[in-house]
T-cell receptor, first 117, second 109 residues
Framework: GAVVSQHPSRVICKSGTSVKIECRSLDFQATTMFWYRQFPKQSLMLMATSNEGSKATYEQGVEKDKFLINHASLTLSTLTVTSAHPEDSSFYIC?????????????FGPGTRLTVL | GQSLEQPSEVTAVEGAIVQINCTYQTSGFYGLSWYQQHDGGAPTFLSYNALDGLEETGRFSSFLSRSDSYGYLLLQELQMKDSASYFCAVNTNAGKSTFGDGTTLTVKP
């Protein structure tokens, strides 16, 4: 399957700082990437859909000014958590979609564990 | 919106067969996917069904009935390493996926 990388894998920051997370598709071009967050023992919650060359589409209840998404190229999307607070501590996972006839597969990055002190 | 139901926990022994069911309600259904997630890791793709029937990939198979809005993941010859969470996810023609709450599978010796 396709490979998606995510960086950093783990970050600890102070409250009020901003954190940038990168998501890269390594061996294919992804016009669409997705950003999820996952709390312990819970499901993945879609935060936003990142489209190359256009604005991201945010899910209801997700603050677009707090979670800035940029999809600058076909292989890179970034999520910036601005003015992070302890309640933003979570596992953030990106995925890239490979949609061809008869298949619709998401390839996930390894995730970024964010801890805000 | 979309909603999915899957059992929260399943326990089985090594070598056994286990079936994890998933029922869903959605508009614009495109397909049903299954993912495996080990503790601390990211989800990995297992299987995808867009049409009715059974898809087999090694020890794992997935089934879909669009008319019943139902699917299942079948794991055969269970191994200890199969202990993980399994998520079904509905893919819609809007291009998004909604995940179920996950089923924690515990494989015992």
């Amino acid at each position: 399957g396709a490979v998606v990388s995510q960086h950093p894998s783990r970050v600890i920051c102070k409250s009020g700082t901003s954190v940038k997370i990168e998501c890269r598709s390594l061996d294919f071009q992804a016009t669409t990437m997705f950003w999820y967050r996952q709390f312990p023992k819970q499901s993945l919650m879609l935060m936003a859909t990142s489209n190359e060359g256009s604005k991201a589409t945010y899910e209801q209840g997700v603050e677009k000014d707090k979670f800035l998404i940029n999809h600058a190229s076909l292989t890179l999307s970034t999520l910036t958590v601005t003015s992070a607070h302890p309640e933003d501590s979570s596992f953030y996972i990106c995925s890239a979609r490979d949609r061809v006839i008869g298949a619709d597969t998401q390839y996930f990055g390894p995730g970024t564990r964010l801890t805000v002190l | 919106g979309q909603s999915l139901e899957q059992p929260s926990e399943v326990t089985a022994v090594e070598g056994a067969i286990v079936q994890i069911n998933c029922t869903y309600q959605t508009s614009g259904f495109y397909g049903l996917s299954w993912y495996q997630q080990h503790d601390g890791g990211a989800p990995t793709f297992l299987s995808y069904n867009a049409l009715d029937g059974l898809e087999e990939t090694g020890r794992f198979s997935s089934f879909l009935s669009r008319s019943d809005s139902y699917g299942y993941l079948l794991l055969q010859e269970l191994q200890m390493k199969d202990s993980a969470s399994y998520f079904c996810a509905v893919n819609t023609n809007a291009g998004k996926s909604t995940f179920g709450d996950g089923t924690t599978l515990t494989v015992k010796p």
